[in-house]
């Protein structure tokens, strides 16, 4: 059963771009969480959909925002970049989320440089 | 609000040494707790959970056990591995959720050496 698949594995953007990030989960997961990574942070939960709607939500600016699609794939956008976006964001996949029992799948993420 | 605290990194021990992460948290009710291991140049892999107090969770060597008096969940392993070199990081979701919203710790990076 193929992993978590994120696309791109590296970006390079500029102050005031705006990104979107890929993610492909595990076939038959339906939650995909999303995190940032970053050395002065360390990692960060920043939102969850589930069955196409954002169930959860950590606290990150409204540039920063995601989507679900019936397949579960999922997409993150940041708007406006700033330099401190710079980071690694990693996405994260399990059939329902919601159950202690559940096991959470990390890909390997997205290396974004804003310059 | 939930937090987990690490001890601080960078660990450097020898080969067939006994290894202890020390993990200790903060959340209300009964959160489920988690470690995650980061190999270099890849994401996040589910090493061990526990879900209860008093659970203890295990996977190739390594084993924690989830101590709701302490508060900690302390990772352990009796003889490390040069292949065990990486990035630890000690989770939590809290009580109520599963674990799409995990709160990490800062990572102890460790470094087995031959």
């Known amino acids: 059963k193929a992993g978590v698949t994120q696309t791109p594995r590296y970006l390079i953007k500029t102050r005031g771009q705006q990104v979107t990030l890929s993610c492909s989960p595990i076939?038959?997961?339906?939650?995909v969480s999303w995190y940032q990574q970053t050395p002065g942070q360390g990692l960060q939960f920043l939102f969850e959909?589930?069955?196409?709607?954002?169930?959860n939500k950590g606290n990150f600016p409204g540039r920063f925002s995601g989507r679900q699609f019936s397949n579960s794939r999922s997409e993150m956008n940041v708007s406006t970049l700033e330099l401190g976006d710079s980071a690694l964001y990693l996405c994260?996949?399990?059939?329902?989320?919601?159950?202690?029992?559940?096991?959470?799948?990390f890909g390997p993420g997205t290396r974004l440089t804003v310059l | 609000g939930n937090s987990v605290t690490q001890m601080e990194g960078p660990v450097t021990l020898s080969e067939e040494a006994f290894l202890t992460i020390n993990c200790t948290y903060t959340?209300?009710?009964?959160?489920?707790l988690f470690w995650y291991v980061q190999y270099p140049g890849e994401g996040l892999q589910l090493l061990l959970k526990?879900?209860?107090?008093?659970d203890k969770g295990s996977n190739k060597g390594f084993e924690a056990t989830y101590r709701k008096e302490t508060t900690s969940f302390h990772l352990e392993k009796g003889s490390v591995q040069v292949s065990d070199s990486a990035v630890y990081f000690c989770?939590?979701?809290?009580?109520?959720?599963?674990?799409?919203?995990?709160?990490f710790g800062t990572g102890t990076r460790l470094t087995i050496i031959p």
């Open positions: 076939s038959g997961h339906r939650s």
């Open positions: 994260a996949s399990s059939l329902v989320g919601s159950a202690s029992t559940d096991t959470q799948y």
């Open positions: 959340a209300t009710g009964y959160p489920s």
């Open positions: 526990a879900t209860k107090a008093d």
């Open positions: 989770a939590l979701s809290p009580s109520g959720f599963g674990n799409e919203k995990l709160t």
């Open positions: 959909y589930f069955s196409e709607t954002q169930r």
